[in-house]
């Protein structure tokens, strides 16, 4: 299995411009979720998916992010507008079963600059 | 709601030598527990799990790591780091019927040859 599949792995935009982040999970996992990664905050939980539906999106941080599951093998995460403070690395992963019992494969992670 | 605590920033160890990371964990009842690893430009992989039962718990890579409820600690352990073991590494902690996984901030690795 090639694991869970980011991309793109390194992302630069000016502020203001919508950004798309995708992620293709590990077949068969039936749970995704994305989680930002920032010096400031640490990893948090952004929102997580069940069979394509969102579960619980918590920890959005605000309108301007969306996240999307059309399949049960891809999801994106989209920022509109995006904001220099939106700058970080945004990990997705996958597991099998609900969490926390079932182990969350991560993938490489995105990193975003927003200039 | 559930925190954890990784008191060392930064930690460097010489090959060969033991290792221990420290986690302290807030939770009104018993907690999952975890530890990843996260190296440079990787996501993150999960080294060990406690959920229940035995307090000491193996995991990958020669890691394990010991639950003590008195302390409410969940220390990461290895009696011998590998130069592969430099990396950041990460515990975190869900409640019971809790998705919400909260992860602490982190603690570095370097091994010096």
């Known amino acids: 299995d090639a694991g869970v599949i980011q991309s793109p792995r390194h992302e630069v935009t000016e502020m203001g411009q919508e950004v798309t982040l995708r992620c293709k999970p590990i077949?068969?996992?039936?749970?995704l979720f994305w989680y930002r990664q920032t010096m400031m905050r640490g990893l948090e939980l952004l929102i997580y998916f069940n069979n394509n539906v969102p579960i619980d999106d918590s920890g959005m941080p605000e309108d301007r992010f969306s996240a999307k599951m059309p399949n049960a093998s891809f999801s994106t995460l989209k920022i509109q507008p995006s904001e220099p403070r939106d700058s970080a690395v945004y990990f997705c992963?996958?597991?099998?079963?609900?969490?926390?019992?079932?182990?969350?494969?991560f993938g490489p992670g995105t990193r975003l600059t927003v200039l | 709601a559930q925190s954890v605590t990784q008191p060392d920033i930064h930690i460097t160890v010489s090959e060969g030598a033991s290792l221990e990371l420290r986690c302290n964990y807030s939770y009104g009842a018993t907690p999952y527990l975890f530890w990843y690893v996260q190296s440079p430009g990787q996501g993150l992989q999960l080294l060990l799990k406690?959920?229940?039962?035995?307090?000491l718990v193996q995991g990958i890579k020669g890691f394990e790591a010991e639950f003590k409820r008195s302390q409410s600690s969940f220390n990461l352990r290895k009696p011998s780091v590998h130069w592969s073991d430099a990396a950041e590494y990460f515990c975190a902690v869900v409640g019971y019927n809790n998705n919400d996984m909260r992860f602490g901030a982190g603690t570095r690795l370097t091994v010096k040859p």
């Open positions: 077949s068969g996992h039936d749970y």
């Open positions: 406690y959920f229940s039962g035995d307090t």
């Open positions: 992963a996958s597991s099998f079963g609900p969490p926390p019992r079932d182990t969350q494969y």
